[in-house]
């Protein structure tokens, strides 16, 4: 089984005894006017070096639910953006496009309003196909092609039924330097800017579809759900760990280690112990295409893998 590993996390032990592993992620609104698959789901964000990482769970196990249109989040960094997606932003070039601008094109755009001090400047978009990141431009009439395209984003999404995928791009891409924050929003619209009532962020009534518009109330509360990612325990740093062919392989360890494998939501799915003589390789099975967080702890902190099997 090939396995994609996206990103290491090692924090001391007493970071560990006041958080939970893993950290709660940032919920979607629960509403299921799509059918739940983004409004049943959540998202873990943070920084991984230069780069801002999101790890999106669907809820694509609720019967029928399927990832057929396009997430899009707004992201505020506090640069000059626009505090609503109106009349006057209506890029019909593509349907990412037309997602992001909620277009007119086929006769159902609307008005998205953020929340009071929130001002878009750029936009995610992202389907089973693609992902992309966006810049908008915070003036003036926004036509065909005016929102300014600025990268791939990424994205591990190519099934319309996947649990979950991963997405990424440098901060520098929207002006950041690793660690700074910024806020988002989120909103689940059709190819053809249908709005549905699934999203990120207070204020989108349950039932809002078609050309219905959304005045957003609050944000996702980033401050329970955004996590720093790469944070190094100097008393681990020779510890390799990864998980490859159905196996974790440990090596640079000499010490007992509680191993435990957790959901993206924190449900404990696996506990062992182990005794670590130099190195180890330990069979452990995973399901294909969902994320789990494997934590290896020992006397002196935690060591943290994020792997989605193949």
């Given at each position: 089984m090939k396995l994609r590993i996206l990103l290491f996390l090692l924090l001391t032990s007493s970071v560990f005894a006041q958080e939970r592993i893993p950290p709660p992620p940032?919920?979607?609104?629960?509403?299921?006017?799509?059918g739940g698959v983004i409004g049943n789901?959540?998202?873990?964000?943070?920084?991984?070096?230069?780069?801002?990482?999101?790890?999106?769970?669907?809820?694509?196990e609720t019967a029928g639910s399927e990832f057929n249109d396009i997430l899009v989040f707004y992201i505020a960094t506090g640069k000059a953006?626009?505090?609503?997606?109106?009349?006057?932003?209506?890029?019909?070039?593509?349907?990412?496009r037309i997602a992001i601008s909620n277009s007119n094109a086929f006769g159902f755009g609307s008005t998205i309003t953020f929340p009071a001090d929130f001002e878009a400047a750029y936009a995610i978009a992202v389907d089973a196909s693609s992902g992309g990141l966006y810049g908008i431009p915070n003036n003036g009439i926004v036509g065909s092609g005016d929102l300014i395209y600025i990268g791939s984003v990424n994205s591990t999404l190519s099934s319309n039924t996947q649990p979950g995928f991963e997405i990424s791009f440098e901060a520098s891409n929207i002006l950041l330097e690793p660690g700074d924050e910024f806020m988002l929003v989120g909103v689940y619209v059709s190819p053809q800017g249908f709005t549905y009532d699934e999203g990120y962020g207070e204020g989108i009534s349950p039932n809002t579809q078609g050309s219905d518009n959304i005045t957003f109330t609050g944000l996702p509360s980033q401050s329970t759900c955004w996590n720093t990612l790469g944070t190094n325990d100097p008393e681990l740093n020779t510890v390799?760990?990864?998980?490859?062919?159905?196996?974790?392989?440990?090596?640079?360890?000499?010490?007992?280690?509680?191993?435990?494998?957790?959901?993206?939501?924190?449900?404990?799915?696996?506990?062992?112990k182990h005794q670590i003589y130099g190195q180890k390789?330990?069979?452990?099975?995973?399901?294909?295409?969902?994320?789990?967080?494997?934590?290896?702890?020992?006397?002196?902190?935690?060591k943290i893998l994020k792997v989605i099997p193949r």
């Open positions: 940032c919920s979607a609104n629960g509403n299921t006017g799509a789901g959540g998202y873990l964000s943070g920084y991984f070096g230069t780069e801002i990482h999101f790890s999106i769970d669907l809820g694509t953006g626009r505090t609503t997606i109106d009349n006057t932003v209506d890029d019909d070039a593509d349907p990412y390799i760990a990864y998980y490859f062919n159905d196996k974790l392989h440990i090596n640079g360890l000499f010490d007992k280690v509680d191993i435990g494998v957790y959901d993206l939501v924190g449900r404990k799915i696996l506990s062992q390789s330990i069979t452990m099975p995973l399901k294909a295409d969902e994320f789990r967080f494997i934590v290896i702890e020992t006397r002196k902190g935690r």
